[in-house]
């Protein structure tokens, strides 16, 4: 066995032992998506609230708080749904199974800081304190990431890191925090999920962790 042999033998172990402990199907596309969707439903919610955009406080009446929920409960919808027909469509073009051990374990420790964030942040809504709304989105989504990416693709760490980093500085800034979200939620998605697709969906890696 020559050196070249040697070192493609290495590579299959490893790409194996990767798909084994894994999940390596995220679409990039849904990146891309998730990122529009944000930004449309933002759009939407300046509209609803641009009077009040950068006094780093709310006032909302009834039926501007249902709206905005609704947004934001339908960006969440589309993104999802988006996500799981992409991935699950991937992942059969891959071989890999959609349910398995290996997923449940994904999504344990990425549903479990997200859902504490969003019911926290359901409970500061329902209190009308709206000025740290933005910021624990982010940080509480950016904590899930970061706790996932152990399970999947590397890169996803990164784009928790950076949701945090925004998270800590909308806290700082609050007056800024819709267009702290707009950056993280819409940008930062579009931007994270164009990379993820040249690198991995276009171009695919068999070294991709």
Not at 101 to 114: A, E, Y
Not at 147 to 172: R, V
Request: aromatic share 14%; charged share 15%; with cysteine.
């Amino acid at each position: 066995m020559n050196k070249i042999d040697y070192l493609n033998d290495i590579s299959e172990i490893k790409t194996l032992m990767n798909r084994s402990s894994k999940f390596i199907s995220l679409s990039g596309l849904s990146g891309i998506l998730a990122g529009c969707f944000a930004l449309i439903g933002a759009s939407f919610a300046y509209w609803l609230v641009s009077d009040q955009i950068g006094t780093g406080f709310l006032i909302l009446d009834y039926d501007t708080f249902l709206l905005l929920l609704l947004d934001l409960v339908l960006v969440t919808l589309l993104s999802v749904g988006s996500a799981i027909y992409l991935t699950t469509k991937k992942a059969k073009k891959n071989n890999q199974k959609i349910w398995d051990s290996l997923t449940r374990r994904l999504l344990f420790n990425f549903l479990v800081p997200l859902l504490a964030g969003g019911v926290y942040t359901l409970i500061i809504l329902m209190q009308e304190k709206y000025g740290q709304t933005a910021a624990l989105m982010l940080l509480f989504y950016g904590l899930a990431l970061f706790n996932a990416s152990k399970y999947t693709i590397g890169d996803i760490k990164y784009l928790g890191i950076i949701q945090i980093i925004l998270g800590l500085l909308c806290a700082l800034v609050p007056k800024y925090g819709f267009w702290f979200w707009v950056l993280g939620f819409g940008v930062m998605h579009i931007i994270y999920g164009s990379i993820m697709f040249y690198k991995y969906d276009k171009k695919p890696n068999k070294n991709q962790i």
